[in-house]
């Protein structure tokens, strides 16, 4: 173990078994769904980097563009005492700028993806040299605790990249409220959140010109091909993302193209052509309906940062 990280390892994984029944009970419903943590394998998560690339997937350069706009006031409103835990820390690019703004006497990152994590802490350890960095292997979509021996007095979470968005906003307050359990009075969220826009663009970036969403919707068939053992040609499917300005949410979908059946464990799930398995949501939100969200989670808004095209918002609210 690098002797510059410390690793708390809260996270069992499911047993295959549990997985491929969760992914059972979704094909089995009606309309057919799956959660999109199934798209995160290796293949999904280096799919999604090269989408962040994309010149239509506005959020991920928006939200580093403010971050590092607006980096001396966002150190100065969390203030510079914080433990900052980041929630989903993945390649831990984001942080930078916040630590480069806050120099932070602790940094915890928490993911699920325990390779990704190593890595990704490692090398924050060795560029920070002045940093205790400690790396949590944990579903913080699950109720969790903070480890032991964090130094520092007041934790502050960051959640970037609108992942807020993947869940539904009943999910979202049920998280925040959790999350305000494991925050001191004062503790504080730093949390990126998709802004309500024209629906061109939406559509836009979730249906890039060179096919990089297509091919990540579509890797989750081969993902069911490759770790359940599933029947399934993902040729025989479409992809599929619209807004729903309705319920202000991008969805995803495969459609498929024919009359068929998916087989997965001893089970036969058969679809219309042009049937659908509904794969994501991704909801955005005005500043005030966060903002409200949040507050019936029990969070106080501090302060927030938006581009000058409004197309994406940080936050930053305290319990
Ligand atoms: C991770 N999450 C915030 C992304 C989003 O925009 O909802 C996942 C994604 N799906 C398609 N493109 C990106």
């Known amino acids: 173990m690098d002797p510059f990280v410390t690793f708390h390892d809260q996270h069992s994984p499911a047993a295959a078994g549990s997985l491929s029944q969760e992914l059972m009970v979704g094909l089995a419903a009606t309309p057919k769904y799956t959660s999109p943590k199934f798209f995160y394998d ?32 966002i150190a100065e409103a969390v203030g510079r005492d914080a433990t900052l835990i980041e929630l989903g820390s993945g390649a831990s690019r984001k942080v930078r700028l916040l630590l480069e ?16 994590l190593l890595d990704s802490t490692r090398r924050l350890a060795t560029d920070y040299p002045w940093l205790e960095v400690h790396a949590a292997c944990a579903d913080f979509s699950q109720p969790m605790c903070w480890p032991e021996g964090l130094s520092g007095e007041r934790p502050v979470a960051f959640f970037p990249g609108s992942s807020i968005g993947n869940f539904t906003p009943a999910e979202a307050e049920a998280f ?40 990540f919707n579509l890797n989750l068939l081969e993902r069911l091909r490759r770790d359940f053992e599933a029947e399934v040609e993902p040729s025989r499917f479409h992809h599929l993302a619209f807004y729903n300005e309705v319920e202000s949410r991008i969805e995803m979908h495969l459609v498929s193209r024919c009359d068929q059946a998916i087989r997965l464990a001893e089970e036969r799930f058969f679809f219309a052509e042009g049937e659908s398995l509904h794969t994501e949501n991704s909801y955005k939100y ?34």
């Open 176 to 215: 925040l409220v959790g999350l305000a359990q494991l925050l001191p009075p004062g503790g504080g969220l730093l949390i990126g959140v998709d802004l309500i826009k024209d629906r061109a663009i939406l559509n836009a970036a979730y249906n890039d010109a060179a096919g990089i969403t297509a091919a």
């Open 286 to 319: 005005s500043v005030a309906g966060f903002v409200e969200l949040a507050g019936r989670a029990g969070f106080e808004p501090c302060a927030h940062w938006t581009d000058r095209d409004a197309l994406f918002c940080i936050h930053y609210l305290e319990r």
């Open 101 to 116: 703004a806050l120099h932070p006497a602790c940094y915890l990152g928490v993911d699920i993806s325990r390779d990704f």
């Open 42 to 73: 290796r293949r999904g998560s280096e799919l999604f980097d090269a989408i962040c690339e994309q010149p239509e997937y506005y959020p991920t350069r928006t939200e580093e563009a403010i971050l590092r706009a607006a980096a001396s006031e």
